[in-house]
């Protein structure tokens, strides 16, 4: 039998070959045999955790769980070796991770492959499941539902909001920090007569306020409301009830509780950050501040301007009066509950007390993550949200850039869509979508790479604006031609901080 030149060479090279995968593949095996382990570790370690969240979220909170104990190794190299090998590299697995790890191991010639609680059809389905649950349908399934926050016209224009529903809004978001119980019955109302006229469908979400915390200016004649500052200035910074003294300019933090936590070195931000200053003193309720940048034109701090410790852990109630008594309007007229300022697992058990006593503990809420604390604190709030029927995550990346600085924003929010996608819990993406263009009518080329980007999200909001029937348009196209390229990009798997913390 003749035999060609290929056929003769290839035995030959598969023999010289045979040995030197062998020895990649076990060493391969021995690096992620160790990654398999720590996963069933970590599912011992948080068992009663796993537990508490009921039978429905079980299956999701130990996936969770495994995606933390891969995520506190560093295996961007693993991955490189994976992928000259021909195999998965482990991205794009966060919903079946252990399920990805596993098929792994087999092909390399693990024999004792353990099992698994989420295999990949399982996991996707999960997912979609509770967005679908929480968030409502897509149009063809694959196009993120688009969220509008109202505005306070909202109330006197009908026609408005057709056109809204007509043009791809799917939730309608009422921020309870702004008018009052009769514009938001006027808003519902509109929408109520929208959806019949339309024929098309539209959930509520509705935020409480949580606490605010602003800058009060104290002073007299031109110092009233304002102080004019400059680099190496030093000012006073103050709890509430601190009085003026003769010719005194101070600044008073509005909410009471935070200034006896600061520690000399620690940052406070004023106005969005446009004044970055340092703690310099303390002195119990009292602390000297530094500015050292502004970035604004006008270098005047004034007052009712916000106020941001981003290296400063202190313990506030963040369910407000004025929460505790929108909690009955939502609860009887909204599909969820955007729950602002939430930064730990307690402050989300706390609000469920709250729904409790109203008789709707399983009330959908959106936890959003809008601090450091929160965001290092994410699986536990996760996992405590879990034990609702309906949960998902905000990422509210407004004061969540001002928190943790601008340049690590990129890097965070992926952090945080793919911590929610290994809990199958919906990620809403928010803040400054198309801003420009929701201001003067065009976006930059910056906002519209942006845009892209959201469509990794399982829901993008919009803020209001002048042109947000235009803005919505665009974002819908945005968002459909995004979609059709998502599953390109290839992750690599570096060692996560929050990962860390979640397992010690």
């Given at each position: 039998?003749?035999?060609?030149?290929?056929?003769?060479?290839?035995?030959?090279?598969?023999?010289?070959?045979?040995?030197?995968?062998?020895?990649?593949?076990?060493?391969?095996?021995?690096?992620?045999?160790?990654?398999?382990?720590?996963?069933?570790?970590?599912?011992?370690?948080?068992?009663?955790?796993?537990?508490?969240?009921?039978?429905?979220?079980?299956?999701?909170?130990?996936?969770?769980?495994?995606?933390?104990?891969?995520?506190?190794?560093?295996?961007?190299?693993?991955?490189?070796?994976?992928?000259?090998?021909?195999?998965?590299?482990?991205?794009?697995?966060?919903?079946?991770?252990?399920?990805?790890?596993?098929?792994?191991?087999?092909?390399?010639?693990?024999?004792?492959?353990?099992?698994?609680?989420?295999?990949?059809?399982?996991?996707?389905?999960?997912?979609?499941?509770?967005?679908?649950?929480?968030?409502?349908?897509?149009?063809?399934?694959?196009?993120?539902?688009?969220?509008?926050?109202?505005?306070?016209?909202?109330?006197?224009?009908?026609?408005?909001?057709?056109?809204?529903?007509?043009?791809?809004?799917?939730?309608?978001?009422?921020?309870?920090?702004?008018?009052?119980?009769?514009?938001?019955?006027?808003?519902?109302?509109?929408?109520?007569?929208?959806?019949?006229?339309?024929?098309?469908?539209?959930?509520?979400?509705?935020?409480?306020?949580?606490?605010?915390?602003?800058?009060?200016?104290?002073?007299?004649?031109?110092?009233?409301?304002?102080?004019?500052?400059?680099?190496?200035?030093?000012?006073?910074?103050?709890?509430?009830?601190?009085?003026?003294?003769?010719?005194?300019?101070?600044?008073?933090?509005?909410?009471?509780?935070?200034?006896?936590?600061?520690?000399?070195?620690?940052?406070?931000?004023?106005?969005?950050?446009?004044?970055?200053?340092?703690?310099?003193?303390?002195?119990?309720?009292?602390?000297?501040?530094?500015?050292?940048?502004?970035?604004?034109?006008?270098?005047?701090?004034?007052?009712?301007?916000?106020?941001n410790f981003p290296d400063t852990e202190f313990e506030i109630n963040p369910v407000t009066k004025y929460d505790i008594k929108c909690l009955p309007f939502i609860t009887r007229h909204a599909d969820m509950l955007g729950f602002s300022f939430v930064t730990s697992a307690a402050d989300m058990q706390l609000l469920r007390s709250r729904l409790e006593t109203l008789g709707c503990p399983d009330f959908p809420v959106i936890a959003k993550i809008e601090t450091g604390l929160a965001v290092n604190n994410l699986?536990?709030?996760?996992?405590?949200?879990?034990?609702?029927?309906?949960?998902?995550?905000?990422?509210?990346?407004?004061?969540?850039?001002?928190?943790?600085?601008?340049?690590?924003?990129?890097?965070?929010?992926?952090?945080?869509?793919?911590?929610?996608?290994?809990?199958?819990?919906?990620?809403?993406?928010?803040?400054?979508?198309?801003?420009?263009?929701?201001?003067?009518?065009?976006?930059?080329?910056?906002?519209?790479?942006?845009?892209?980007?959201?469509?990794?999200?399982?829901?993008?909001?919009?803020?209001?604006?002048?042109?947000?029937?235009?803005?919505?348009?665009?974002?819908?196209?945005?968002?459909?031609?995004?979609?059709?390229?998502?599953?390109?990009?290839?992750?690599?798997?570096?060692?996560?901080?929050?990962?860390?913390?979640?397992?010690?």
């Amino acid at each position: 039998m003749m035999t060609t030149a290929n056929s003769s060479i290839h035995p030959g090279r598969s023999r010289v070959a045979e040995k030197p995968r062998a020895d990649a593949n076990r060493n391969l095996l021995k690096v992620l045999k160790p990654v398999y382990n720590k996963m069933l570790q970590a599912e011992a370690q948080k068992e009663g955790i796993i537990n508490a969240v009921g039978s429905r979220n079980h299956k999701s909170a130990v996936n969770l769980v495994d995606y933390m104990a891969l995520r506190s190794f560093n295996i961007e190299p693993i991955q490189e070796e994976l992928h000259r090998c021909g195999l998965s590299s482990l991205a794009s697995s966060e919903s079946h991770i252990k399920f990805q790890l596993l098929q792994v191991m087999g092909w390399l010639g693990d024999d004792a492959a353990g099992a698994s609680e989420v295999d990949y059809d399982g996991g996707i389905k999960l997912l979609r499941d509770n967005i679908t649950a929480l968030l409502g349908e897509a149009d063809d399934g694959a196009v993120p539902p688009i969220m509008v926050t109202f505005d306070t016209n909202f109330a006197e224009d009908p026609e408005l909001i057709c056109d809204l529903l007509k043009n791809g809004m799917k939730l309608a978001r009422i921020n309870c920090a702004h008018d009052d119980e009769d514009t938001w019955i006027k808003m519902i109302d509109n929408l109520q007569k929208a959806r019949i006229q339309t024929g098309l469908p539209c959930k509520i979400y509705m935020d409480i306020a949580g606490p605010k915390i602003r800058a009060q200016v104290v002073g007299k004649g031109k110092h009233r409301n304002k102080l004019k500052v400059e680099p190496g200035q030093e000012i006073l910074l103050s709890e509430p009830g601190r009085k003026a003294e003769k010719g005194q300019v101070f600044i008073r933090c509005t909410l009471p509780g935070i200034v006896q936590y600061l520690k000399k070195g620690q940052r406070v931000l004023i106005d969005d950050g446009l004044f970055e200053s340092v703690v310099t003193e303390t002195a119990g309720d009292e602390a000297l501040i530094k500015i050292i940048r502004i970035s604004s034109g006008k270098a005047v701090i004034k007052s009712e301007k916000g106020l941001n410790f981003p290296d400063t852990e202190f313990e506030i109630n963040p369910v407000t009066k004025y929460d505790i008594k929108c909690l009955p309007f939502i609860t009887r007229h909204a599909d969820m509950l955007g729950f602002s300022f939430v930064t730990s697992a307690a402050d989300m058990q706390l609000l469920r007390s709250r729904l409790e006593t109203l008789g709707c503990p399983d009330f959908p809420v959106i936890a959003k993550i809008e601090t450091g604390l929160a965001v290092n604190n994410l699986p536990d709030i996760i996992l405590q949200g879990m034990k609702q029927q309906k949960f998902g995550v905000m990422v509210a990346r407004g004061d969540l850039a001002i928190e943790i600085g601008f340049e690590r924003m990129s890097e965070i929010q992926d952090e945080i869509l793919w911590i929610c996608e290994a809990a199958h819990v919906p990620a809403i993406w928010a803040t400054q979508v198309l801003e420009t263009m929701n201001k003067r009518g065009i976006a930059t080329r910056g906002e519209i790479t942006d845009a892209v980007h959201a469509a990794s999200a399982d829901c993008v909001m919009l803020n209001k604006g002048e042109h947000i029937l235009e803005v919505l348009r665009t974002l819908n196209n945005i968002l459909a031609r995004s979609r059709k390229n998502s599953f390109k990009n290839r992750r690599l798997f570096r060692k996560l901080s929050i990962a860390e913390k979640f397992l010690e």
